[in-house]
């Protein structure tokens, strides 16, 4: 895939994980994210472990159905 493609797909997920509800208070689940873009699963998980893609602060995990995908390391819980 092309690194431009690639890039349009990111800002698509990042912008899906602002509207995914929360599960556990905290973490997002792929599946949330495929409902809201419809873009495949491997596509998101790709997109997910790119280096250009950041994990929101309030998300602590990034979960498929449940098992974690990637961890948020810049997680900050609220207080």
């Known amino acids: 895939m092309e690194k431009e493609d690639l890039e349009k797909y990111v800002k698509a997920v990042k912008t899906a994980i602002e509207e995914a509800p929360l599960k556990n208070g905290?973490?997002?689940?792929v599946t949330d994210l495929w409902a809201i873009t419809s873009l495949p699963i491997d596509l998101i998980?790709?997109?997910?472990k790119s280096p250009e893609f950041k994990i929101p602060f309030r998300v602590s995990k990034l979960t498929n159905r449940g098992k974690m995908v990637v961890k948020n390391k810049n997680y900050l819980p609220k207080a």
Request: glycine share 0%; charged share 40%; proline share 0%.
């Open 26 to 29: 905290d973490a997002v689940d």
């Open 45 to 48: 998980t790709e997109c997910i």
